[in-house]
């Protein structure tokens, strides 16, 4: 089979509108799932055994289950009932899947801190609220990193799942136009180019993270 390369120079447009939906997709999902997971996390830690139980089956739960059946859950459930979008459930769905993961990366970061430093701050009679926002999650972040950053590549490329609730992401948009015209090597190529390159940036906002917070050691 002869390849044409250029049916991506005119399909390049549109490749590059579903790669902005992809991005969006990603950046929403990305920040719900770190606000929602750093209350789960800190709440795993909390001294109240129901909060600790609720937390835990949250992350039960979502890390139990794919992703895919998130995304249906969240469209086909309480999308329909509170009238959302497919961008704005594939957010939901992806984001709070993602929360649970980054739960976790947040509490062992947490928990990574030298136990001397919760009693230094106590001594110093600082609130468990105002030692763990000043103190202890900065001191955690170090160790957080790394995993953290390679929970967001896989959030990245996860988002082409969001397809399947109708959301014409890079993925979707390659798909459709691979079926128009027929060259689906040339077209995915493209689109594994650019995801390419969105998780390169990734890895070096990684690799500029741990350099900064190693340095604060």
């Not at 497919?86 to 992806?94: F, R, V």
């Not at 950053?149 to 609730?165: C, D, E, F, G, Q």
């Not at 079926?179 to 040339?186: C, D, F, G, H, L």
């Amino acid at each position: 089979m002869e390849l044409d390369w250029s049916v991506v120079g005119r399909s390049w447009d549109l490749l590059i509108g579903g790669t902005w939906v992809t991005l969006q997709l990603f950046v929403w999902s990305l920040a719900l799932g770190t606000v929602l997971g750093l209350i789960l996390a800190l709440m795993r830690l909390s001294r109240f055994r129901a909060l600790r139980w609720l937390s835990l089956g949250y992350i039960w739960l979502f890390r139990g289950i794919p992703v895919l059946v998130a995304l249906f859950f969240a469209f086909f459930v309480f999308g329909r009932q509170i009238g959302l979008s497919p961008l704005q459930a594939g957010i939901l769905g992806l984001g709070t899947s993602a929360a649970a993961y980054k739960a976790e990366i947040i509490r062992a970061g947490i928990m990574s801190v030298d136990p001397g430093q919760y009693e230094a701050a106590e001594g110093l009679a600082m609130t468990r609220r105002h030692y763990m926002r000043r103190i202890i999650i900065p001191q955690g972040i170090r160790v957080m990193v790394p995993t953290y950053m390679s929970n967001t590549i896989l959030v990245l490329k996860v988002s082409s799942v969001a397809v399947a609730i109708g959301i014409v992401e890079l993925t979707g948009i390659t798909r459709q136009l691979s079926n128009s015209t027929n060259r689906p090597i040339e077209l995915f190529t493209a689109a594994a180019f650019i995801y390419l390159m969105l998780t390169t940036v990734l890895v070096i906002v990684q690799e500029i993270l741990e350099r900064r917070f190693s340095l604060k050691t």
